[in-house]
């Protein structure tokens, strides 16, 4: 019993660690756009906006795609060869291939991009060094994961947003703060960062590159079905603004969107539990007595302190907003408590993820993905018309909650003693 209370104990020093890094680290990450918002016009955040779209629209399509089958073979490989090059060799031969495909659609499209996001030909060429500087942010954070190294993984991150906060606060001094500096920013914080904990890389783990034909396959399969999926989420997370370019003003764009980074900044702290526990879930997926502690016994503690900090947030969010901006973005105010109900509905499903990943669920998972954004999709059509920038928010809460329903039913149908289905039968 005391040896399983101090297991208990580390486990739960591990994950308050993680999750506090991972916390901070993504509260600076959403602090920063709330700065520029605060800087530049209402206009200029919204071309910011428009900017940052097309930037993480391609980082999630080409790059972020690989992360889940990465970190999940290196884990497998791991675990059998205390090594992870094969599956190090296959991710870094994606992450390659990403550069060179970005690089031909940017100057392939380059009016229509730079037209719909309002920068000029220069601006876009820095918005390419600026998808260079994200891309190898999601590189090296996954390795980290991927050698089981969680603590550096968030405090990779961490370190990324203060130097993107240091350089902030340089470029303002110097009255040069603006589209061009941003996007530098983002370029050179990444590769900056890296530089303080490249010492906690096993390059042993890494070293002596191995290609592996199966492992590719596979990782080639898999992130083909995440490129649908999570390009689905990448609208989910942005595809407002495709529907709300056609029918508001720029102005009202920035609007939306200052509202919308403070729901953005919490559901990416959701996705800190998927990133903590996958590791934990694809080695004990066969242990239905740690799967159920995970479910029933984690889940609710953790949803109770989200709720109660969602809660503090939707207190205390207009008087944040009044005092930072006055009444210039009075309308965002309502935008994040819409939201906000969203993100409670988001933190209960994103428990589902690690075990759908670690079943290789990913094709229901990514499907579901697809369906949640043309539900969003239609929803926004048919409420910005009725009610503007506020239809967008009403919307992506409707959104999140079908997909909710959608886990629920495939899990009870395919792993039913997972469900809260089955585990409300059971107590009635």
Same mark, same amino acid.
């Given at each position: 019993?005391? $040896?399983s209370l101090i297991?208990?104990?580390?486990?739960?020093?591990s994950?308050?660690s993680? &999750?506090?890094?991972?916390a901070?680290?993504?509260?600076?990450?959403?602090?920063? *756009?709330l700065i520029?918002?605060?800087?530049?016009s209402?206009?200029?955040?919204?071309?910011y906006?428009?900017?940052m779209m097309?930037v993480?629209? %391609?980082?999630?399509?080409?790059? #972020?795609s690989s992360q889940?089958?990465?970190?999940?073979y290196?884990n497998?490989?791991?675990?059998k /060869?205390?090594?992870i090059n094969?599956?190090?060799?296959?991710?870094?031969?994606?992450?390659?291939s990403?550069?060179?495909?970005f690089?031909?659609?940017?100057?392939a499209?380059?009016? !229509?991009i730079a037209?719909?996001a309002?920068?000029?030909? $220069?601006?876009?060429?820095?918005?390419?060094?600026?998808f260079?500087?994200?891309?190898?942010?999601?590189?090296?954070? /996954?390795l980290?994961?991927?050698?089981d190294k969680?603590? %550096?993984n968030?405090?990779?991150i961490l370190i990324?947003?203060?130097?993107?906060?240091?350089?902030?606060?340089?470029?303002h001094q110097?009255?040069f703060?603006?589209l061009n500096?941003i %996007?530098i920013i983002?370029?050179l914080? *990444?590769l900056?960062?890296?530089?303080?904990?490249?010492?906690?890389?096993?390059? +042993?783990?890494?070293s002596?590159?191995s290609?592996?034909?199966?492992?590719?396959?596979?990782?080639?399969?898999w992130?083909?079905?995440?490129?649908?999926?999570?390009?689905?989420?990448?609208?989910i997370n942005?595809?407002? /603004?495709?529907?709300?370019?056609?029918f508001?003003s720029?102005s009202e764009?920035?609007?939306?969107n200052l509202g919308?980074?403070?729901f953005k900044?919490?559901?990416?702290?959701?996705?800190?539990l998927?990133?903590?526990?996958? !590791?934990y879930?694809t080695?004990n997926i /066969?242990?239905e007595?740690?799967?159920?502690n995970?479910?029933?016994?984690?889940? *609710? +503690?953790?949803?109770?302190a989200?709720?109660f900090?969602?809660?503090?947030?939707?207190l205390l969010i207009p008087?944040?907003?009044g005092y930072?901006y006055?009444?210039?973005?009075?309308? #965002?105010v309502?935008?994040?408590r819409i939201?906000l109900i969203?993100a409670i509905i988001?933190?209960? $499903?994103?428990?589902?993820t *690690?075990?759908?990943n670690?079943l +290789?669920?990913?094709k229901?998972y990514?499907i579901?993905?697809i369906?949640?954004?043309?539900i969003n999709i239609l929803?926004n059509i048919?409420?910005?018309q009725i009610?503007?920038?506020y239809g967008?928010?009403?919307a992506t809460?409707?959104a999140?909650f079908?997909? &909710?329903?959608?886990?629920?039913?495939?899990?009870?149908?395919?792993?039913?003693?997972?469900s809260i289905?089955?585990r409300l039968?059971?107590?009635?």
């Open positions: 019993m005391i $040896n297991k208990n104990l580390k486990q739960s020093n994950f308050l993680f &999750t506090s890094l991972s901070l680290a993504q509260g600076i990450g959403f602090i920063l *756009p520029i918002a605060k800087i530049l209402p206009e200029g955040f919204g071309s906006s428009l900017s097309i993480f629209f %391609f980082t999630t399509a080409i790059v #972020s889940t089958p990465f970190i999940v290196s497998e490989e791991l675990k /060869n205390n090594k094969k599956a190090f060799t296959a991710q870094l031969m994606m992450f390659l990403s550069i060179l495909i690089a031909f659609l940017l100057l499209f380059s009016n !229509p037209k719909f309002q920068i000029s030909f $220069n601006q876009l060429i820095l918005l390419y060094f600026a260079l500087g994200i891309g190898s942010r999601e590189l090296f954070k /996954n980290f994961l991927a050698l969680k603590i %550096f968030a405090l990779y990324v947003g203060i130097i993107n906060i240091i350089f902030l606060g340089i470029y110097l009255n703060l603006n500096s %996007f983002y370029f914080s *990444p900056i960062s890296i530089i303080f904990l490249a010492h906690k890389i096993e390059f +042993k783990k890494i002596s590159f290609y592996d034909n199966e492992i590719f396959k596979r990782m080639i399969t992130t083909t079905w995440q490129i649908f999926g999570l390009t689905a989420v990448y609208l942005w595809g407002d /603004n495709l529907i709300l370019r056609y508001v720029l764009i920035g609007i939306y919308y980074q403070i900044g919490l559901i990416s702290l959701t996705f800190i998927n990133s903590y526990f996958l !590791p879930i080695k /066969n242990n007595r740690k799967i159920q995970y479910l029933y016994v984690k889940r *609710p +503690k953790i949803m109770l989200g709720t900090g969602i809660i503090i947030i939707f008087y944040v907003f930072i006055g009444d210039i973005y009075k309308e #965002s309502t935008i994040v939201l969203g988001a933190l209960y $499903n994103v428990f589902y *690690p075990i759908l670690s +290789k669920m990913y229901f990514q579901s993905n369906i949640h954004v043309l929803l048919i409420f910005i009610i503007g920038i967008a928010a009403v809460v409707i999140y079908c997909k &909710t329903v959608m886990f629920e039913l495939y899990i009870y149908k395919k792993v039913q003693h997972y289905f089955s039968k059971k107590q009635i």
